[in-house]
T-cell receptor, first 113, second 111 residues
């Protein structure tokens, strides 16, 4: 199993550009999430999904869109990048239910100029 | 409002020292508390705690949960430079779909 994979590893954008951060998992996990990590802020939830076709907003959803057309994939879209979106983005997945830990991808470092 | 607070925010120790990291929480429908270690990339799982007073142990790392006082501690004995990382505490809540993370403690172990 590859686990949770993310691409790209690093990206530089100009303000106003759009891009999609890719996330895939091969563990057949129903739950998938996107977090951003900023210095001193811990991990903050952007969007999450509890299954194909179902998504919902987390703590900091503004400026981001998601979709979940398959169990495996959960892309995160930035429609018009802003410098405030400079961060490290982590995708995660888990099975539902108690006792299930969360598995993280390696992260995407995004710099918006 | 739910919150998970970790202390200290950062810590610098010498190799061989013992450290204690703290995590306190105020959340609804608490189910379990998890500790993660984050080095350069993704967080990696350390422990999951669901019951008070039962110590989880892995090598030089151990952790315990107090559900009455709403906190957990992570102990690392005989620290090594490889223990340098951010340690994240997260709470799992019944009925929630995601973990709720604290801000983390950055541990630096110097030779």
């Amino acid at each position: 199993n590859a686990g949770v994979t993310q691409t790209p590893k690093f990206q530089v954008l100009k303000t106003g550009q759009s891009m999609t951060l890719q996330c895939a998992q091969d563990m057949n996990h129903e739950y998938m999430s996107w977090y951003r990590q900023d210095p001193g802020m811990g991990l903050r939830l952007i969007h999450y999904s509890v299954g194909a076709g179902i998504t919902d907003q987390g703590e900091v959803p503004n400026g981001y869109n998601v979709s979940r057309s398959t169990t495996e994939d959960f892309p995160l879209r930035l429609l018009s990048a802003a410098p405030s979106q400079t961060s490290v983005y982590f995708c995660a997945s888990r099975r539902p239910g108690p006792g299930e830990t969360q598995y993280f991808g390696p992260g995407t470092r995004l710099l918006v100029l | 409002e739910d919150k998970v607070v970790q202390s200290p925010l950062s810590l610098v120790v010498h190799e061989g020292d013992t450290v204690t990291l703290n995590c306190s929480y105020e959340v609804t429908n608490f189910r379990s508390l998890l500790w993660y270690k984050q080095e350069k990339k993704a967080p990696t799982f350390l422990f999951m705690l669901t019951s008070s007073g039962i110590e989880k142990k892995s090598g030089r790392l151990s952790s315990i949960l107090d559900k009455k006082e709403l906190f957990s501690i992570l102990n690392i004995t005989a620290t090594q430079t490889g223990d340098s990382a951010i340690y994240l505490c997260a709470v799992d809540q019944t009925g929630a779909n995601n973990l709720f993370f604290g801000t983390g403690t950055r541990l630096t172990v110097i030779p």
